[in-house]
């Protein structure tokens, strides 16, 4: 019963490139949308959010761009440095319900 | 410090061996939760509860009790665990619906024989 769809599973990025991650969702009762960034032996940390009402979302480096009619949304990393080096979980939040993405392992080269 | 707390960090058990992992969290929030985390595979939600004396199943609650008689603590029950079980599990919470940030523990992992 996958009901996000996160991609790509691997991404390797050229230091001060742009990573995009891409999830797509099929319940439209959800109404949160986190990305979380975890690092090996760590728990999932919040890294930027967007509610459905809002179509873009930006902080620092990193945006969301999120399609309600296309029921998708992706995280954008720009400027894209080693120590981004980690895994990103999107996820899909509503009445107490979570669903999280596989995950995408990104990999930025120095 | 704001944090959830879970414990043991790492466990290692036999098959049918009762067991509770703990959490518990210092912020007041309303909303805890557990996920177990495989590879390739996420974070899937076991079970949450959005108050005290109030639990629902998430979407892999087989083979697991939870209960929230404090608001502080979520403990995670696995009453005769079995291999299948053997995973990284997670413990989070939030101010009240699960639908903003969620904060999480460092983890447990377990491992069935």
């Known amino acids: 019963q996958q009901q996000v769809k996160q991609s790509p599973q691997s991404l390797i990025v050229q230091k001060g490139g742009i990573s995009i991650i891409n999830c797509a969702y099929e319940?439209?009762?959800?109404?949160?949308f986190p990305w979380y960034q975890q690092f090996p032996g760590k728990g999932p940390a919040l890294l930027i959010a967007?509610?459905?009402?809002?179509s873009e979302k930006k902080e620092g480096r990193f945006t969301i761009s999120f399609n309600k009619s296309a029921k998708q949304f992706s995280l954008h990393i720009m400027d894209s440095q080693p120590g981004d080096s980690a895994t990103y979980f999107c996820a899909a939040l509503g009445a107490g319900k979570s669903t999280f993405g596989d995950g995408t392992t990104l990999t930025v080269k120095p | 410090e704001a944090q959830v707390t879970q414990n043991p960090r790492y466990l290692i058990t036999v098959t049918g061996k009762k067991l509770t992992v703990t959490c518990s969290q210092n912020m007041n929030h309303e909303y805890m939760s557990w996920y177990r985390q495989d590879p390739g595979l996420g974070l899937r939600q076991i079970y949450y509860s959005m108050n005290v004396e109030v639990t629902d199943k998430g979407d892999v609650p087989e083979g697991y009790k939870v209960s929230r008689k404090e608001k502080r603590n979520f403990p995670l029950i696995l009453e005769s665990p079995s291999p299948n079980q053997t995973s990284l599990y997670f413990c989070?919470?939030?101010?009240?619906?699960?639908?903003?940030?969620?904060?999480f523990g460092s983890g447990t992992q377990l491992s069935v024989l």
């Open positions: 967007i509610r459905p009402d809002v």
């Open positions: 989070a919470s939030s101010f009240f619906t699960g639908g903003e940030k969620l904060f």
């Open positions: 319940n439209t009762a959800f109404d949160y």
